[in-house]
C-alpha cells in the first residue's frame, strides 16, 4: 500500500505539495488537473523526474472532473477525449502509471414526481459512446504501461451507470478507485460493486463523511477507515488521504498512524 496526498488549492505552487509530502513522510502526491498549476502545460517533465528521482516521491493524476466522454455533442467528446489522450501520453513520459477520472453520469430532468437522468432516458446511445471512447483511450493506455481507474462520485448506484461500467469491463485494462468518503456519503450504497469487482481495484480516495459533508478528517465520521486501509494493504494498492487542506492531512496522517500502523 502507498499512501499518498491531493494537491491542495491553499498552495500556489508544486514545491509547497511536495514539502508537506515530504513532512508527513507520504509516498506521492495526486496532481489534480482542475487546478492549473496541475496541467500539463504547467508542468515540467523534468521537474517531475528531479522530483522523483531527488525524493522518492511519486505521482498519479486526476483529470478534469468536467471530462465527459459519452456527449452526445461530437466535438465536446473528440475535444474531452483528446484531452485524455494528451494526458496519457504526458503522463508516460513522466514515468507516471495512475490516472484518475469521473464517469460523467449528465444531467437530469426535475419532473413533478420524478428525477430522469438524459443520459438513462438515452441509455443505449449513451453506453456506446462510452464505450466507444473508453475503447480508443485504454488501447493508448495498454500501449503507454498507464492505469486508467474510474472514480465513484455517488453515482455507481445509479443502474443506468452500473450497467455502463459493466459494459467497459470488456477491457481487460479497465481500473476502478474506490472513493470510500463518496462510498459513505451515499449510505454505502456503492460498496456492493466494488466487492464484486474488486480485482479492478487499482486505487483508492480515503475522507470520512460526518453525516453533513465528504472530505472530512478521518475517524472523525462514519467511513470504516481500518477497513479500508486493510483492503488497500491486502490489495497493494495506492491510498490518496484526498482531505483537503495542510492542517487536517496532518491530522488525519496523525490518527492514521496512530490507530492503523
Known amino acids: 500500500m502507498k499512501l499518498g496526498m491531493p494537491t491542495l488549492i491553499e498552495y500556489a505552487t508544486l514545491?509547497?505539495?511536495v514539502d508537506l509530502c515530504r513532512e508527513l513522510e507520504l509516498e506521492f502526491i495526486e496532481l489534480n488537473m482542475n487546478l492549473p498549476i496541475c496541467t500539463p502545460e504547467s508542468l515540467n517533465i523534468n521537474e517531475i523526474k528531479e522530483i522523483k528521482h531527488r525524493f522518492g516521491i511519486d505521482f498519479s493524476i486526476h483529470l478534469p472532473e468536467e471530462i465527459d466522454l459519452g456527449s452526445f455533442h461530437p466535438s465536446i467528446r473528440y475535444g474531452h477525449l483528446e484531452r485524455c489522450k494528451e494526458t496519457i501520453r504526458w503522463a508516460s513520459m513522466a514515468n507516471i502509471k495512475t490516472l484518475n477520472m469521473h464517469l460523467n453520469q449528465g444531467i437530469y430532468f426535475t419532473l413533478p414526481d420524478q428525477r430522469v437522468w438524459i443520459n438513462e432516458r438515452y441509455e443505449t446511445e449513451f453506453i456506446n459512446l462510452i464505450y466507444e471512447s473508453y475503447a480508443e483511450l485504454l488501447e493508448l493506455a495498454s500501449h503507454l504501461n498507464v492505469d486508467i481507474c474510474?472514480?465513484?462520485?455517488?453515482?455507481?448506484?445509479?443502474?443506468?451507470?452500473?450497467r455502463t461500467l459493466n459494459k467497459l469491463m470488456q477491457f481487460d485494462n479497465f481500473h476502478l478507485t474506490w472513493d470510500a468518503g463518496h462510498d459513505g456519503k451515499s449510505g454505502f450504497q456503492e460498496q456492493p460493486f466494488f466487492e464484486r469487482n474488486l480485482a479492478r481495484l487499482r486505487h483508492m480516495h480515503l475522507h470520512d463523511y460526518n453525516g453533513i459533508s465528504d472530505h472530512q478528517p478521518l475517524y472523525s465520521g462514519v467511513v470504516p477507515i481500518n477497513e479500508r486501509l486493510q483492503l488497500a494493504k491486502d490489495l497493494e494498492i495506492s491510498v490518496v488521504v484526498e482531505v483537503k487542506t495542510s492542517s487536517t492531512l496532518r491530522e488525519s496522517i496523525e490518527k492514521l498512524r496512530v490507530s492503523f500502523g
Open 15 to 17: 514545491q509547497q505539495n
Open 150 to 162: 474510474v472514480e465513484n462520485t455517488l453515482n455507481f448506484q445509479l443502474p443506468f451507470v452500473e
